[in-house]
């Protein structure tokens, strides 16, 4: 079975800051991972989706980067802004034409102005 | 494209009532997945459509619980009897493939 670990569970940084988001997974044969925002009271919002082929993503100031051997996912978010402020959630999908997405834990980001 | 639409956006009920949970996936996706999110438990799969069609219900936590998919524009999860512990935030979210999944907004739930 698919394990999901994000830690650190919640971080608070200054406005500004560099900072990587880490996302574990146990079973590497995956189809695809992608990195999701979600706002308090909101639903969740795709922000990057990795192939299991592809190493990197870019959007923006969003950087995701996928190592299935060690099965670790990173989100890099550069010089961080207030408006960052949200719960990062990674979600696995496992190979073989499967649709059942594990979430992570989710990492609750607070950026201080 | 309006994006997922779900309804209602809140319900309060009382225990031992049948609920009753709406939702619109994106036009021409062909996948469409029920969750629910509770702090306890986090994001769960309850049950996922292809082309209108259940594939994995597995996540369904008890005969209680039900979903339906009568057309590609249209599913329903319905909760008979409602419980205290079926409360928490409802998603419905959908796909075209394996791409992205777009989240709607949620039914937030209390069964008291």
């Known amino acids: 079975k698919q394990e999901v670990t994000q830690i650190p569970a919640a971080l608070s940084v200054p406005e500004g800051e560099n900072l990587v988001l880490n996302c574990s997974f146990t079973?590497?044969?995956?189809?695809?991972l992608q990195w999701f925002r979600q706002d308090p009271g909101k639903g969740l919002t795709s922000l990057l989706l990795?192939?299991?082929?592809?190493r990197e993503q870019t959007s923006g100031r969003l950087n995701a980067s996928l190592d299935k051997s060690s099965g670790r996912s990173t989100l890099y978010i550069a010089a961080s802004q207030p408006g960052d402020s949200a719960t990062y959630l990674c979600?696995?999908?496992?190979?073989?034409?499967?649709?059942?997405?594990?979430f992570g834990t989710g990492t609750k980001l607070q950026v201080i102005p | 494209d309006a994006g997922v639409i779900q309804s209602p956006r809140h319900e309060v009920t009382e225990m031992g009532q049948e609920v009753t949970l709406r939702c619109k996936p994106i036009?021409?996706?062909?996948?469409l997945f029920w969750y629910r999110q509770t702090m306890m438990r986090g994001l769960e799969l309850l049950i996922y459509?292809?082309?209108?069609?259940?594939?994995?219900d597995s996540g369904m936590p008890e005969d209680r619980f039900s979903a339906k998919m009568p057309n590609a524009s249209f599913s329903t999860l319905k909760i008979q009897p409602s419980e205290p512990r079926d409360s928490a935030v409802y998603f419905c979210?959908?796909?075209?493939?394996?791409?992205?999944?777009?989240f709607g907004p949620g039914t937030r739930l209390t069964v008291t």
């Open positions: 979210a959908s796909s075209l493939g394996a791409r992205r999944q777009y």
């Open positions: 079973d590497s044969a995956i189809y695809n």
């Open positions: 990795i192939q299991s082929s592809q």
């Open positions: 979600a696995v999908l496992p190979g073989g034409g499967y649709q059942k997405v594990t």
């Open positions: 036009s021409g996706h062909d996948y």
């Open positions: 459509f292809n082309n209108n069609v259940p594939i994995d």
